[in-house]
Nanobody
Framework: QVQLVQSGGGLVQAGGSLRLSCAASGRTFSPGTMGWFRQAPGKEREFVAAVKWSSSSTYYRYYADSAKGRFAISRDNAKNTVYLQINSLKPEDTGVYYC?????????????????WGQGTQVTVSS
């Protein structure tokens, strides 16, 4: 089993920044994939960003088109933690953000291919 514990999030003014964290424990994937998804009010959950790692020093990062430029995903291998840095926050970034973990060969943008999910964290951006 893999446990994912999320932290970060909260209420932020537009233009501000946030960093979300997702710490993995238990049986961890190596190599693997971890991703971030978000669900805006009244909308379906959508892919935001993902990182694949084949070793402790080789990472591949992927972003949804809507996330390119303002979002940055990173991984601290020693802490088994993935981060999502969000800059220049916009009201449309409001939603519940989820991290997820899966094997290396999964399709990083497809939710159902992830085996484990974090508890979700609320991000609210005020205008």
């Amino acid at each position: 089993q893999v446990q994912l514990v999320q932290s970060g999030g909260g209420l932020v003014q537009a233009g501000g920044s946030l960093r979300l964290s997702c710490a993995a424990s238990g049986r961890t994937f190596s190599p693997g994939t971890m991703g971030w998804f978000r669900q805006a009010p009244g909308k379906e959950r959508e892919f935001v960003a993902a990182v694949k790692w084949s070793s402790s020093s080789t990472y591949y990062r992927y972003y949804a088109d809507s996330a390119k430029g303002r979002f940055a995903i990173s991984r601290d291998n020693a802490k088994n933690t993935v981060y999502l840095q969000i800059n220049s926050l916009k009201p449309e970034d409001t939603g519940v953000y989820y991290c997820a973990a899966g094997g290396y060969y999964i399709d990083y943008a497809r939710q159902h291919e992830y085996a484990y999910w974090g508890q979700g964290t609320q991000v609210t951006v005020s205008s």
